[in-house]
């Protein structure tokens, strides 16, 4: 099909459509060999800071370079620095999926490269993502009253959601701003200790300082105690300053603790103050019917995220927000300049009026494309899975002399750690099960990552790549004790 | 290679490999074909608002689909929907290119599927970001002391340069934020009548509101009036407001003008006041020695935006901040929670505490592997040609009757107008000027965007997409004078 017009445009144009296809089926070909075989690579990258710096030429080359030298040093080069979240022994942070489906949708999205910041720009791309935010929203029942946005990460999510908060609670906020504002109190936004630390960021960005931030202590589950932030509330009341915001967490990154969201609701009600359920990575959870009960409340929430490439199988960048007041996000954001005018024969959104970003990649073909592929009921039974390896995994830590958990599981991530008996000094177990830590991920077979819980050093193994399975979590259960084993107990 | 391993881990786990190769096949044989014919579609969908929503259920599918299905709905449903920013006919807005090495790169980057929050969680995106951003660095002839930090949009990329001037300029403000704050006074950002939008919207975002904006008139082609810049801080100085940062643009998003980077920056080093450069288009064009004089002062800015996705030939989204004070933007955003703490064997850089985004895309991939396909030489002869043909479109409007320009063509961009003899009113002009507009773009051949210049409705014709060649310009120039032939002169 490529004929001498297009041979010719290439001359100072783009790749030649022939090298395209042809380097593309390579690129296809490398992946589906890495995909069946993902155990190849170390998961954690053995590399030491500055390698590939050093690797690497100083400048960038005067003349082209083919593809293939191009390829070759990514794969000799670039491939061995990579920290291999696909392997199914990647049990750090929170495990992720960039399923076959959306990676395939990323290629297309890559290829048509539309910039979604109008309807006209890509009606397709606004409208998709419409449509996936509907079936993503009905699959978690929340209801209808909720539109939906994506961004890229739950840090941008939950910076709009305080956004909207803030110009709901503050007058004038978008001309006067905050300096000099004696018509305005003192703020408060009001959050658990657990809360993941994007929303500090968030505040601090918004101009609100830290000392606006108030976290409120956990229960014995690490879940914020209701009790504590009716007694802060009323407490800042006194003292005049204002509730801005509460943010309740479902799965709170450390431990996956619940937040009483329910009760949290009925005081925002009360209280008449915006409420921000971070779900980032358990919200997909809601589509289970058992575990409809974690998520009691949050249907009333004014805003919500969810990051369908945190659990759903979805590539890396793609983080769902939900609010019910999309006017206030409108009114905070919407500025329209003269190049950015358009007239349509109806009514239509432009994704630009609900974001900081104008620019937005075509991110809604990899949700539709990941929900359609498995199905609602595949995606629930893939959650399911995860669930049962987690509670498998607790199983044997609750079993073994010398190991504890910490914190219940109600999701797929484990908090626990190695309690040799008569170690029980806090600095010792630290270095301890770190030195555990260390050793397991420098197998290259399993990676972990660790948190503090009540003042303890936790570690914690998260389930959520789509390729772990059973003999996975064996494996890495193995190594653990092998390394405990290894190390003095004293 | 795909064993019944393999097989049998498919069953609720990710697609198998064999599946993923036979449709990564296809969906890079789709990709060559459309590139192979670029002008197969219309540039802008001709849809109308709600065809896809309407066109597709409303509710996510309970079981499984085959990929067969998904694409054939994709080709069929989204393709229609899609504005083809691919098409050489797309001369709206800035005309961006995803180049084929860019593609590949994209398509590498999703299977990985890396999170580079952490030096660890993928030492190669980490390093290959300093790498990449260190070649373009070099070739934009910026000295050393700027640290690059790749975001999504320049509007992040903005918000994150006033950040950091507000971090460098207000005392406190992270802990103790804006309100309630006798000890800091007013504070003022500067900016042209003609930067872009963005910055308006993080003033808003970062609770200066939008008083604190002081949009300095432009002089007749449109570059910031330093007199008028040095009398508003003079007088903002008299009244106790305290100057927060300048925005000077390189390429303003209507007109590309080119504010007096030089003299801005003078009075920046004598007031002390922060240095925000926007070159989100234009800065490639520093690259070229014949234009290196529009970049005069650059050098000296505290922070400067470049967008590879705009004019760069690498897919959408990439957007580098440049950055001298590199520890302004850390003081303004580090915050590691416990379950993000890493000790490496030396001291490395983490990419999330240089932003707000936890999360980080492998962008860097994509801007690499441009870089080196194409090489110096091959990116400075593109942007040359484009020149070139921005410059034969103006000379058609200045030498043909009833056509005028309204603005210089500095770089790549063409403001005219259709201004037949006797028609002066400018509501007039612009309800005339707009049905051509609309009358080319209609066409399916063309896409052109509009702006206001001093009160006048102005047609844009922006050159940017790698494949347009002179026959799309000569093309886009007869549906003009033909659309204009066609209407009513008075």
């Given at each position: 099909m490529a004929g001498s017009r297009d041979r010719d445009a290439a001359v100072g144009g783009d790749m030649d459509p022939e090298e395209f296809r042809r380097e593309g089926h390579r690129v296809v070909d490398w992946l589906a060999d890495y995909f069946a075989h993902p155990e190849r690579f170390p998961v954690l990258a053995q590399v030491q800071p500055g390698d590939l710096v050093r690797a690497l030429p100083s400048r960038a080359p005067e003349g082209p370079e083919s593809f293939d030298a191009i390829f070759d040093d990514f794969t000799r080069l670039v491939v061995p620095g990579i920290t291999h979240w696909n392997h199914p022994g990647f049990f750090a942070y929170f495990a992720i999926s960039g399923s076959g489906p959306g990676v395939l949708a990323e290629m297309l999205a890559a290829g048509l490269n539309v910039q979604a910041m109008l309807w006209r720009t890509s009606p397709a791309a606004t409208e998709l993502e419409e449509v996936a935010l509907g079936w993503l929203r009905d699959l978690m029942h929340l209801p209808p009253a909720f539109e939906g946005v994506i961004y890229d990460t739950a840090s941008v999510a939950?910076?709009?959601?305080?956004?909207?908060?803030r110009e709901a609670v503050i007058a004038d906020v978008r001309t006067k701003g905050?300096?000099?504002?004696?018509?305005?109190?003192?703020?408060?936004?009001?959050l658990s200790a657990h809360t993941h630390s994007s929303a500090d960021k968030?505040?601090?960005?918004?101009?609100?300082?830290?000392?606006?931030?108030?976290?409120i202590p956990g229960d014995a589950n690490h879940a914020m105690r209701v009790d504590l932030l009716r007694e802060a509330i009323a407490a800042d009341r006194?003292?005049?300053?204002?509730?801005?915001?509460?943010?309740?967490?479902?799965?709170?990154?450390?431990?996956?603790?619940i937040d009483p969201v329910h009760e949290i609701a009925?005081?925002?009600?009360?209280?008449?103050?915006?409420?921000?359920?971070?779900?980032?990575y358990a919200g997909v959870m809601a589509m289970l019917p058992a575990w409809r009960h974690a998520f009691r409340g949050a249907e009333r929430a004014d805003t919500l995220v969810v990051n369908p490439h945190k659990w759903l199988f979805t590539p890396f960048d793609c983080s769902v927000l939900y609010c019910r007041r999309m006017d206030m996000l409108r009114q905070a954001f919407s500025l329209v300049a003269e190049y950015l005018k358009t007239t349509e024969a109806a009514p239509v959104r432009n994704l630009m009026d609900t974001g900081i970003q104008l620019g937005r990649r075509f991110r809604a073909l990899k949700l539709w494309m990941v929900l359609r592929y498995f199905g609602a009921s595949g995606i629930r039974q893939r959650l399911e899975a995860h669930v049962e390896l987690a509670r498998m995994f607790a199983g044997w830590v609750d079993s073994t002399q010398g190991w504890e958990r910490l914190a219940p599981v109600p999701f797929s991530v484990v908090c626990f750690r190695h309690h040799p008996a008569g170690m029980d000094d806090e600095a010792v177990l630290e270095s301890h099960n770190a030195a555990i830590m260390d050793a397991v991920n420098a197998s290259g077979e399993a990676f972990l990552s660790h948190t503090k819980l009540d003042g303890r050093y936790?570690?914690?193994?998260?389930?959520?790549?789509?390729?772990t399975e059973e003999r996975h979590v064996r494996r890495v259960w193995a190594l653990l004790t092998e390394a405990a084993a290894a190390l003095p107990s004293m």
């Amino acid at each position: 099909m490529a004929g001498s017009r297009d041979r010719d445009a290439a001359v100072g144009g783009d790749m030649d459509p022939e090298e395209f296809r042809r380097e593309g089926h390579r690129v296809v070909d490398w992946l589906a060999d890495y995909f069946a075989h993902p155990e190849r690579f170390p998961v954690l990258a053995q590399v030491q800071p500055g390698d590939l710096v050093r690797a690497l030429p100083s400048r960038a080359p005067e003349g082209p370079e083919s593809f293939d030298a191009i390829f070759d040093d990514f794969t000799r080069l670039v491939v061995p620095g990579i920290t291999h979240w696909n392997h199914p022994g990647f049990f750090a942070y929170f495990a992720i999926s960039g399923s076959g489906p959306g990676v395939l949708a990323e290629m297309l999205a890559a290829g048509l490269n539309v910039q979604a910041m109008l309807w006209r720009t890509s009606p397709a791309a606004t409208e998709l993502e419409e449509v996936a935010l509907g079936w993503l929203r009905d699959l978690m029942h929340l209801p209808p009253a909720f539109e939906g946005v994506i961004y890229d990460t739950a840090s941008v999510a939950v910076l709009h959601a305080l956004a909207a908060a803030r110009e709901a609670v503050i007058a004038d906020v978008r001309t006067k701003g905050l300096l000099g504002r004696s018509d305005v109190p003192r703020v408060r936004v009001y959050l658990s200790a657990h809360t993941h630390s994007s929303a500090d960021k968030s505040v601090i960005l918004l101009g609100l300082g830290k000392d606006a931030l108030a976290h409120i202590p956990g229960d014995a589950n690490h879940a914020m105690r209701v009790d504590l932030l009716r007694e802060a509330i009323a407490a800042d009341r006194r003292a005049g300053i204002l509730p801005l915001a509460i943010i309740a967490t479902i799965g709170t990154t450390s431990s996956t603790a619940i937040d009483p969201v329910h009760e949290i609701a009925d005081l925002c009600e009360a209280e008449g103050i915006w409420l921000h359920v971070d779900a980032a990575y358990a919200g997909v959870m809601a589509m289970l019917p058992a575990w409809r009960h974690a998520f009691r409340g949050a249907e009333r929430a004014d805003t919500l995220v969810v990051n369908p490439h945190k659990w759903l199988f979805t590539p890396f960048d793609c983080s769902v927000l939900y609010c019910r007041r999309m006017d206030m996000l409108r009114q905070a954001f919407s500025l329209v300049a003269e190049y950015l005018k358009t007239t349509e024969a109806a009514p239509v959104r432009n994704l630009m009026d609900t974001g900081i970003q104008l620019g937005r990649r075509f991110r809604a073909l990899k949700l539709w494309m990941v929900l359609r592929y498995f199905g609602a009921s595949g995606i629930r039974q893939r959650l399911e899975a995860h669930v049962e390896l987690a509670r498998m995994f607790a199983g044997w830590v609750d079993s073994t002399q010398g190991w504890e958990r910490l914190a219940p599981v109600p999701f797929s991530v484990v908090c626990f750690r190695h309690h040799p008996a008569g170690m029980d000094d806090e600095a010792v177990l630290e270095s301890h099960n770190a030195a555990i830590m260390d050793a397991v991920n420098a197998s290259g077979e399993a990676f972990l990552s660790h948190t503090k819980l009540d003042g303890r050093y936790v570690l914690r193994l998260a389930i959520g790549n789509i390729r772990t399975e059973e003999r996975h979590v064996r494996r890495v259960w193995a190594l653990l004790t092998e390394a405990a084993a290894a190390l003095p107990s004293m």
